[in-house]
Each structure stands twice: as structure tokens, then as C-alpha cells.
């Protein structure tokens, strides 16, 4: 559940960023991609919410384990991608051009992706099917940042 906590954090941070720098776009085909890709990430959230309801706090791990893992997984989040919606906003406000905000974007998909291969590896049955499917999408996001870059 904790690991599925980080990761709807990583959600909202996207939903932050992807909504900040449509409201910048100079194009209104760079706008409407960044307001999808926000509106997804929403959806995304919703996923994980249900995910950690269904999880608990039940250890698929043991305690020492599961320690290590919180710790790496929480340094990932830390270093690579938005921690919390302020510093989603706070590098939305730095960005000065659409190739920019699409670069920024699709570095924060890749390292979002990463991430999700790490709590589907902390998930069990049927729920890692529900992560492998939002893996895909996140790989459909970067396609899509690609190609409009």
C-alpha cells in the first residue's frame, strides 16, 4: 500500500505539471495533448486508489525487506521524478518554450514507468495485470511526447 502510495503521488504530481504547462502552450495541438495526458493521470490515480484499498497494509515481503525497498523506492521518487504537486508547479513555472515542456514531460513518463515496474514487482495476482496496463499507457504517453517533439 505504501509503494501504491508513492505512485498515486507520482500521479498527481503529473496531473500538476501536464495541467501548469497547458495553460503555457503556444499551440493549441501541444495544449490538447498536455490536457489528455493530465486527464489520464487522473484516471491512473483513480486505479492505484483502488489498488491500495484492496492491498492494505499486508507485507508481501518481510520487515527488513520491505524497509530496503521503501527506502529505494522513496530515493527513486526523491531524485528522478516531481515529489508532490509544488515541484510539479515549480518546474511547470521554469519552463520557457513547448520543447521544453515536452522534453520535461517525456523524461518524467520514462522515469514514471521505471517506477511502476518497481510496485509491480511489490503486487500480487490479478493486480499486477492493473499496473501492466497502466504501464502501457504511460508508454503510449511517451510515443505521443515523442512524436509531437
Known sequence: ADAV??????EDSGEAFYRAV????QTLEVRVLFEDLADQEVKHRALFARLGQELGDALLMSPEEWEQYQDYLQATVQSALFEGPDRALAAAETVTDEKEAL?????FEKETILFFYNVR???TGGRKETI???IAQEKSHVRRLAGML
Open 22 to 25: 497547458a495553460k503555457k502552450a
Open 121 to 123: 514487482d511489490v503486487v
Open 103 to 107: 522534453r520535461m514531460a517525456l523524461g
Open 132 to 134: 501492466d496496463r497502466i
Open 5 to 10: 502510495e508513492l505512485a498515486m503521488g507520482i
